[in-house]
């Protein structure tokens, strides 16, 4: 899996500033835009990484973070853009995690 930093603006100040800078179009649709914030890079998932998922891995009710195949987490992540969460301790993946934002 490749990942690419992200900074995740809403509709205030920083937002609109950014928008005007970059040609964006503002207000953001769905109340915040997620810019690129970085290069992309490789994200190595072991055996002993924990992955999570709420909606677009592992979907069910009630909505809560809850243990998924790591696989089918790189998968939709691979298809689509995804906001997760990631643990690091040293260059070890400990954690990654679906994000779910309304």
């Known amino acids: 899996m490749s990942l690419t930093p992200f900074q995740t603006l809403r509709n205030d100040a920083e937002g609109e500033a950014y928008a005007r800078d970059h040609g964006e179009e503002y207000p953001f649709s769905d109340d915040y835009f997620d810019a ?5 890079h490789p994200l190595e998932i ?3 990484t924990v ?8 979907y069910r009710e009630p909505l809560q973070d809850h243990v998924v ?4 987490l790189a998968k939709v992540a ?13 260059s070890e993946v400990v954690q990654a995690s679906e994000l779910y934002r309304p």
């Open 78 to 90: 691979e298809r689509g853009r995804v906001p997760l969460a990631v643990w690091l301790s040293g």
């Open 51 to 58: 992955c999570t998922g709420v909606i677009r891995v592992g």
């Open 69 to 72: 195949d790591c696989d089918e």
């Open 36 to 40: 690129s914030n970085g290069t992309s």
């Open 46 to 48: 072991t055996r002993g």
